[in-house]
């Protein structure tokens, strides 16, 4: 009979990893967990034995960062439609606790990060559980409301019955038939399971959604289906945008991915057009006055006033419920615009070019003063150690890992200014503010831009303050 404490041990168990003690008892030298394949192991040993695990971090915060800043022509006025399954297979537990949680915690995230790069468009959220759409919350530009609906569902609702892609997307297709056609119909489905339960033929609903102009894009967690690929394709003009998470972090990655707006194509997508706009004044009436504001019919003392009927409104951006005008701030504006003409990406400083800066332009951070290894031509590699001599070992078992976009002095320059960041401060700049600091401090001087504007010989002019 075993011990209730789980130290027996049968004898092929024994021979492979522990032995008996002398009264009798199992002593194992190696347990299971032991096995596992721990991920702060595998980290960078420099030439003197150091470990760089800074160097790995610095890696994944570049990677994020190195993508294409080519200017493209975007909608930034977005109507989305969230879909997230419910059903039976989010309670599986390869996402720890399951994938349901995991899911309404990236949910909650995703819904701020939108409403943050894009603060002029709206979100709606769907459901698909029980074979049927549930709507959670309607299309709209509050975010508060849409995190105060998920995390009443996280709390009250368990994962259940089957998922059915076709009434999800008919509900969504009847959520963004009204939307006005200058902005553009998006649909994002974080799809779990691997069949779906429909009523009627769901290539009609695909076609409907083409006909709608509406873009269909699919996160999966299991695998990948075949109609999920046939439906990206499709509403996407054949570019689909149906990808499979991995693991947690890349699920993240693939979910964060849809704030950014998409690129217009076809042309019925390229249809200019004009709108109307409208940026209303905060007021502030006194104590003894409150009046209700026509969004929420709720009793405030301060508000936005329409400047077309003069309605109070509490908050923005938000369409006038009076004339319908758009009614928003001129920095929803401006944090819109940066999906247009993106921050270049900073490029990597050199040693031989490190020597201009001793901090950062920025938060001025103290910069490495010589090269990281004392070896200075010899890369970290794993696992390496360092020989008689101040050389690496080379292990061919071990090739020598490439971090990509990682600068080898820890400095990263501006390709319009010049100046040098850290690496915190340039994705500050590149996933926050969006602008460089030293193009907006304009720290080039006025002697550089006199001489290309004024040839060899010819009279100077004269300076005046601004």
């Given at each position: 009979m075993a011990d209730s404490d789980g130290e027996y041990a049968s004898d092929d168990e024994l021979k492979r990893n522990g032995k008996r003690t002398a009264d009798g008892r199992s002593k194992q030298t190696k347990a299971s967990w032991e096995d596992v394949k721990r991920s702060w192991d595998t980290v960078l040993e420099t030439a003197d034995s150091g470990l760089s695990i800074a160097e790995i971090r610095e890696a994944e915060k570049?990677?994020?960062?190195?993508?294409?800043t080519t200017p493209l022509q975007r909608g930034i006025i977005r109507h989305l439609m969230l879909v997230l399954d419910m059903s039976f297979a989010m309670a599986d537990k390869d996402l720890l606790p399951?994938?349901?949680?995991?899911?309404?915690?990236?949910?909650?995230?995703?819904?701020?990060?939108?409403?943050?790069?894009?603060?002029?468009?709206?979100?709606?959220?769907?459901g698909m559980r029980d074979g049927i759409a549930v709507r959670i919350s309607d299309l709209s530009g509050n975010p508060a409301e849409h995190i105060e609906k998920l995390m009443q569902w996280s709390e009250q609702q368990d994962p259940q019955g089957n998922s059915s892609l076709q009434n999800a997307l008919q509900m969504c297709r009847g959520a963004l038939y009204q939307t006005p056609s200058h902005a553009t119909r998006e649909v994002l489905i974080i799809y779990?399971?691997?069949?779906?339960?429909?009523?009627?033929?769901?290539?009609?609903?695909?076609?409907?959604?083409?006909?709608?102009?509406?873009r269909v894009s699919v996160v999966g967690l299991a695998g990948q289906v075949a109609?999920?690929?046939?439906?990206?394709?499709?509403?996407?003009?054949?570019?689909?945008?149906?990808?499979?998470?991995?693991?947690?972090?890349?699920?993240?990655?693939?979910?964060f991915a849809a704030t950014t707006p998409p690129v217009t194509r076809t042309p019925e997508q390229n249809t200019a057009s004009l709108l109307m706009m409208g940026f209303p004044s905060r007021t502030l009436a006194p104590k003894d006055h409150?009046?209700?504001?026509?969004?929420?019919?709720?009793?405030?003392?301060?508000?936005?006033?329409?400047?077309?009927?003069?309605?109070?409104?509490?908050?923005?951006?938000?369409?006038?419920?009076?004339?319908?005008?758009?009614?928003?701030?001129?920095?929803?504006?401006?944090?819109?615009?940066?999906?247009?003409?993106?921050?270049k990406v900073f490029v990597e400083v050199p040693w031989s070019q490190a020597s201009r800066s001793t901090a950062c332009?920025?938060?001025?951070?103290?910069?490495?003063?010589?090269?990281?290894?004392?070896?200075?031509?010899?890369?970290?590699v794993l696992g390496g150690r360092a020989g008689k001599g101040g050389k690496q070992d080379s292990d061919p078992k071990n090739p020598k890992p490439e971090l990509k976009g990682v600068s080898e002095s820890g400095r990263y320059a501006c390709q319009v200014c010049g100046n040098h960041f850290c690496i915190d401060c340039d994705v500050f700049a590149h996933e926050t503010i969006h602008n460089c600091p030293g193009c907006q401090s304009d720290t080039r001087a006025p002697e550089r831009d006199t001489a290309l504007a004024v040839p060899d010989g010819g009279p100077t002019p004269m300076v005046v303050d601004a």
């Open positions: 570049r990677r994020r960062l190195l993508r294409d399951n994938r349901y949680r995991v899911v309404l915690n990236n949910a909650i995230g995703f819904v701020r990060e939108y409403f943050e790069q894009n603060p002029i468009s709206q979100l709606g959220i769907v779990g399971a691997l069949v779906s339960i429909d009523p009627g033929d769901i290539h009609d609903t695909i076609n409907d959604l083409v006909a709608d102009r509406i109609i999920c690929t046939e439906l990206c394709k499709r509403t996407n003009n054949h570019d689909g945008n149906y990808s499979v998470a991995i693991d947690e972090v890349h699920l993240k990655e693939l979910f409150v009046s209700y504001c026509a969004c929420h019919a709720k009793p405030t003392r301060e508000g936005y006033t329409c400047p077309r009927c003069g309605i109070k409104v509490c908050r923005l951006p938000i369409d006038c419920p009076i004339c319908k005008l758009t009614l928003i701030q001129s920095t929803h504006l401006a944090r819109s615009y940066h999906h247009l003409f993106p921050l332009y920025s938060c001025l951070s103290p910069f490495p003063t010589g090269p990281r290894d004392t070896v200075a031509a010899a890369p970290a």
